[in-house]
């Protein structure tokens, strides 16, 4: 069942949201050559616990950290280490989930560490381009496909792959609410979109192949063909007339 949120429920998920696109900020300020996955975890924490939220993802379905960072052929899931040191030119998947109140914000966002290649930069572009290219159709009255189809056409259209294995959700009182969002799929099919509904919209875009494996962790996700992959994720509200990102400043 896809639920509907009410203002008192919106007004939480804007703060929620907020407070993830806070520590998102954190993050793109601070994130350099040299740093630890581990030190990007506990910044991110720190901005969430600062403002009176709790991190999401910490011990959902037994997950150890903050935040999912993942670098480079790193899909998604890669979990923060103390060991990992990111180095100039690797590309930094970065998700974060914070809940205020008892309500979710969530959103990832790809960040280049220090000088990155310039495919890498077309995939950063690209990625955050299909996620876009979707938002165009989070509007009442459309169907969820839509979103799913045009994150696909765009990012095929610039000669990447879409991961299958994940997908995007409902968020609201729970991480991971109905619907699933598939980032590909035929227009006009799924549930109708109607106002008031918060959906998690979410691509992983590959340079190369669209396989990906988990490693022996459990959680970290890589690609068979290894190679880059980006994500990019807002928490959005569907309004009559289009759409507005929760996970904003
Ligand atoms: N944005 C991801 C998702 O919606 C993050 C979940 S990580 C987990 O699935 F640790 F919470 F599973
Ligand atoms: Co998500």
């Known amino acids: 069942m896809v639920t509907r949120k009410s203002n008192r ?5 804007r703060v929620a949201g907020k407070i ?5 900020k954190a993050v793109k300020d601070n994130i350099k050559p040299g ?3 581990k030190d990007i975890d506990d910044l991110v924490e720190k901005v969430i616990r600062e403002n009176d ?18 670098i480079n052929e790193e899909v998604v899931h890669g979990i923060p280490s103390p060991h990992r040191v990111l180095q100039n030119g690797d590309i930094v998947s970065v998700d974060i ?30 990625t955050k381009a299909s996620l876009f290219a979707g938002l165009e159709f989070a509007k009442a009255n459309n169907r969820l496909s839509d979103i799913s189809h045009h994150i696909q056409k765009t990012a095929e259209g610039l000669g990447f792959s879409v991961v299958r294995e994940f997908v995007g959700h409902g968020v609201g009182s729970k991480l991971h609410e109905d619907p699933q ?9 799924g549930v ?5 509904m918060t959906l998690a919209i979410e691509p992983m875009i590959n340079l190369g192949n669209k396989e990906v494996k988990v490693l022996s962790d459990g959680w970290t996700t890589i690609t068979r063909d290894k190679s880059l992959s980006a994500h990019f994720e807002h928490t959005i509200l569907i309004k009559n007339d289009g759409y507005e990102i929760l996970t904003k400043l």
């Not at 109708?192 to 008031?196: A, D, I, M, V």
């Open 35 to 37: 740093m630890t996955t």
């Open 192 to 196: 109708k979109l109607k106002s008031g």
């Open 20 to 24: 993830v696109a806070m520590a998102h």
């Open 181 to 189: 969002i598939p980032n590909y799929g035929l227009p006009n099919r």
């Open 9 to 13: 429920e919106i007004e939480l998920m």
């Open 53 to 70: 939220a709790i991190p999401s993802f910490k011990n959902y379905n037994g997950y150890p950290a903050s935040a999912c960072v993942s």
């Open 97 to 126: 989930g914070a809940m205020y109140k008892g309500y979710h914000g969530d959103s990832a966002w790809t960040y280049a560490c220090g000088e990155i290649s310039e495919e890498a930069k077309r995939l950063l572009e690209g």
